[in-house]
């Protein structure tokens, strides 16, 4: 599956965006779906999971600010990122999988937080 990722660029702390990630084929059949960052000098890190069921998971620094969706009829995966901070910074990559089937990355996209 190929995954097309959209929606970073330049927003001041407290700000918003929303990351989209588009895939190639149909995601009802991928059982997880997330969004990794990777900050400069810093190794690659879950942002937030979400199931074919809707089941979320995120990391405990973006709890409550971050907002995993996915629309399996569009087959597009997006995340809602508000109250953004400083150490949001980072290219944020969106991933199919994994699974037995499926291990995916998007090209990523760079989202600059200013304080």
């Known amino acids: 599956v190929q995954l097309q990722a959209s929606g970073g660029g330049l927003v001041q702390a407290g700000g918003s965006l929303r990351l989209s990630c588009a895939a190639s084929e149909n995601i009802l059949v991928i059982l997880v779906m997330g969004w990794y960052r990777q900050a400069p000098g810093e190794q690659r890190e879950l942002v937030a999971t979400?199931?074919?069921?809707?089941?979320?998971n995120y990391a405990n620094s973006v709890k409550g600010r971050f907002t995993i969706s996915r629309d399996n009829a569009k087959n597009t995966v997006s995340l809602q990122m508000n109250s953004l901070k400083p150490e949001d910074t980072a290219v944020y990559y969106c991933?199919?999988?994994?699974?037995?089937?499926?291990?995916?990355w998007g090209q990523g996209t760079l989202v600059t937080v200013s304080s």
């Open positions: 979400i199931t074919t069921g809707g089941t979320t």
């Open positions: 991933r199919a999988g994994p699974t037995a089937r499926y291990d995916s």
